[in-house]
């Protein structure tokens, strides 16, 4: 007596006879054992069957419905800060932990540190600023990862994730910024020493690109524990090019340019 | 109900990239696709939304490659499908991410018959249905494919029983009606 399983399957869809002609006849009867199969195997049956089952109810209106429609291919509404929902927060904390030894940290711009900090290293508090590094990587539809180069391209269905380092824990605000365009506050997130994802309370920190098109910039804004972290100090750390010393806050920068249709997968 | 003429039109526009063809087939398949995922009574409403949003955008990137239009909706409720059942593991931890499963390659579906055939499927599953044995298993399958109102969810609370339960019930019935469809199949009777 033969039983549906994988390799039997294999064989129906190969239309071996000796296979078609046996489970012809077995199928023709309930057997508890292939039906358990079958309810737990994905093939190309699940569709039709699913297809059919779907469509014993009355049709339920088209219009009851309409008002859920979510426009997938139109720019996203204002709620900038907003992809991924928090729903996937999870999952993608684990995608980014899996990746994280594909990301290589990548120095900022405008990191204000270049080199060695002894007396951050040194561990004491208060005496000037905190080292901040970025790296980014987007997340594509399939939620795929890939880690970002400075200046990369980037499609409008991806999301960027952003990873810090830091030498100090306090807190950060995360800007966004267009070509002839002010600097967009996206939220303001703790910052921990370390290397950490960007995360708020919801969780992990992800930048839609729909509303995007052209270069676009990432920018943390990280002020130490004993720095009150001001949007007006952040602007005007973001709008000057005085010395590291004597604006406020370190900023840390990321380009990308955001094109429309797909790019192709770095290495 | 095979896919109709205008329904075809409206995914070949789609394939050639018309957005408003997009909206339209979200518009008319979407109450398909939610009833298929709320047939996973372990779901919350949060999940059920990123379903369904999944499901979309991995058609619609995906149509370029279907090649029958009459084949969108059967390959749609498989990727449905496909991931309801991966968010339900990947939150029980019982498989790694990469191991999450695959979309089905558009070309390995089968596009649904004619409306005929259909119609006369759907009154064999009515028949099966009749045939089950008087008891909750029967009472759950009325409830969800032939009244359509309720979600696993809800049926569980109106029988007072499990959520896992009730989706344990529909995919078990699911089974029999694969194991039939199947046979009808492998007997030439469904191609």
């Known amino acids: 007596m033969r039983h549906l399983d994988a390799a039997v399957m294999r064989d129906l869809a190969n239309r071996d006879p000796v296979a078609v002609a046996w489970f012809r006849e077995h199928l023709a009867s309930p057997c508890e054992l292939c039906e358990a199969f079958l309810a737990n195997h994905t093939d190309p049956l699940d569709g039709r069957v699913d297809a059919v089952l779907l469509q014993l109810a009355p049709a339920k209106t088209v219009e009851a419905d309409a008002s859920k429609v979510v426009p997938l291919r139109r720019p996203a509404p204002p709620r900038r800060f907003a992809a991924p929902p928090g729903r996937y927060w999870g999952w993608m904390a684990g995608a980014l932990a899996a990746s994280v030894l594909l990301v290589v940290l990548v120095p900022l711009v405008k990191g204000p540190v270049q080199g060695p900090a002894p007396f951050q290293e040194e561990g004491l508090k208060g005496t000037g600023r905190l080292s901040l590094e970025l790296a980014v990587v987007a997340r594509g539809l399939d939620g795929g990862l890939r880690r970002l180069d400075a200046g990369a391209d980037v499609t409008k269905q991806e999301v960027l994730l952003v990873r810090y380092h830091a030498t100090e824990s306090g807190t950060a605000l995360l800007y966004q910024q267009r070509p002839g365009q002010p600097p967009e506050l996206l939220g303001h997130f703790p910052l921990q020493a370390g290397t950490h994802d960007l995360e708020g309370p919801e969780g992990l920190a992800g930048v839609s690109l729909e509303a995007d098109e052209g270069p676009l910039s990432l920018m943390l804004v990280a002020f130490t524990s004993w720095e009150p972290p001001s949007e007006a100090d952040a602007l005007t750390a973001l709008g000057t090019d005085a010395a590291e010393d004597s604006r406020p806050g370190t900023v840390a920068r990321f380009d990308v340019r955001v094109q429309s249709g797909q790019t192709s997968r770095q290495p | ?191």
């Not at chain 2, 990239?17 to 398949?29: K, N, P």
């Not at chain 2, 239009?69 to 499908?81: E, M, N, S, V």
């Not at chain 2, 498989?95 to 596009?111: G, K, Y």
């Open chain 2, 1 to 191: 109900m095979g896919e109709t003429d205008a329904f075809a039109d409206e995914v070949r526009r789609a394939t050639q990239g018309e957005e408003s063809a997009f909206g339209e087939l979200y518009r008319r398949t979407r109450p398909l696709v939610a009833r298929l995922v709320a047939g996973f009574g372990t779901l919350d409403a949060d999940e059920v939304e990123d379903v369904l949003q999944e499901s979309y955008v991995r058609a619609f990137r995906g149509l370029p490659r279907l090649k029958e239009a009459g084949a969108f909706t059967p390959w749609l409720l498989t990727i449905a499908r496909n991931r309801a059942r991966t968010k339900l593991e990947r939150r029980t931890a019982l498989r790694r991410m990469e191991e999450a499963l695959a979309d089905p390659e558009p070309e390995t579906v089968p596009a649904l018959p004619p409306a005929l055939q259909v119609e006369r499927d759907i009154a064999v599953v009515r028949q099966l249905i009749s045939e089950l044995p008087e008891g909750e298993e029967k009472k759950t399958v009325q409830l969800f494919y032939l009244e359509g109102q309720l979600s696993a969810r809800e049926i569980a609370e109106q029988l007072g029983v499990g959520k896992s339960t009730i989706t344990m019930r529909l995919e078990r019935f699911r089974g029999r009606i694969k194991r039939e469809l199947l046979q009808r199949v492998l007997a030439g009777r469904w191609d």
